[in-house]
């Protein structure tokens, strides 16, 4: 965006005088903080979270076996970690495609966490990490986007609630 002079300013305000000097830089002003602050920044950050909350399930999917903590709370707990690792992952595709609005979002993101997750699942079956493909745990993967998705609808509806 130009910025005008001192000399300009004063010329346009002789020239037109309902345009005052002071709404001319308050109306720049505006321009760019409504550009810059208030779009760019919240979905650069968006994307930076996504990133790295998709590779700490990356890395925490294809960690050697024995380099896990072997915690058994009762039997099949590891599938609720699967579904709370997938549910944060889509939330957060769900927080950052709500800038986009497009349509059939959930079915979009369904199909994400399941091809992630089974993706994950395949390379753990072909890796030699002593992991083995599961195909329960794929399952929990997907079904991770049922709170996922409900605990983002809850915090949007409070979010809506709060500007209201």
């Known amino acids: 965006m130009r910025c005008f002079s001192r000399q300009e ?55 050697p076996a024995s380099d896990l ?26 927080w950052f495609w709500d800038e986009k609005k497009r349509k059939n ?9 399941f091809a992630w997750g089974l993706f994950m699942e ?3 079956g072909v890796s030699h990490f002593g992991r083995s493909f599961d195909f329960f745990d794929a399952l929990a993967n997907t079904f991770g986007f049922i709170p996922g998705y409900y605990s983002w609808k809850i915090v949007n509806r409070l979010k809506i609630q709060k500007s209201i």
Not at 105 to 113: C, T, Y
Request: glycine residues 2%; hydrophobic residues 50%.
């Open 9 to 63: 300013r004063d010329s346009m305000t002789k020239e037109h005088p309902q345009i005052s000097s002071n709404k001319i830089h308050q109306w720049k002003i505006s321009v760019i903080s409504r550009r810059n602050f208030k779009l760019n920044f919240p979905i650069l950050y968006k994307k930076i979270i996504l990133l790295l909350y998709t590779a700490l399930i990356t890395t925490l999917s294809v960690m």
């Open 69 to 94: 903590p072997d915690i058994i709370v009762f039997p099949y707990f590891d599938k609720i970690v699967h579904i709370c690792m997938y549910a944060g992952l889509s939330f957060l595709l769900l």
């Open 105 to 113: 979002k959930k079915l979009q993101i369904i199909f994400i966490v």
């Open 122 to 124: 395949i390379i753990q």
